[in-house]
């Protein structure tokens, strides 16, 4: 697949529209900034160690992936919606940035 990847302003912004319906406790049908598809998925992970929180968006069909990182508990963070896979990843990341 050859998309054209949007411009950063406008990943920008439906990255903000999305973290903005997360906040309102909407976790599906969030707009793809990879394929443009209202098919993306909200999950959570936190480290319990340094409270930081990611959200992670994830596109059921092109599968990209936006990770947003956050100092403090974000609006709308729902314990259901932590997800293993992402919860890995994000301590690897938490790893190489405490090194
Ligand atoms: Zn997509």
Not at 47 to 58: A, M, R, V
Not at 59 to 67: L, N
Not at 87 to 97: C, F, N, S
Request: net charge negative; with cysteine; glycine share 4%.
């Amino acid at each position: 697949m050859n998309m054209t990847t949007p411009p950063l302003q406008a990943v920008l912004q439906i990255n903000l529209e999305n973290a903005s319906r997360v906040a309102e406790g909407k976790y599906s049908k969030l707009r793809c900034v990879g394929c443009n598809r209202d098919e993306v998925e909200a999950f959570f992970s936190v480290n319990d160690e340094t409270e930081q929180y990611g959200i992670w968006l994830e596109c059921a069909i092109c599968k990209h992936v936006e990770h947003i990182s956050c100092s403090s508990r974000p609006s709308g963070f729902s314990p259901t919606r932590l997800n293993d896979r992402f919860q890995k990843m994000d301590e690897r990341a938490w790893i190489r940035e405490n090194q």
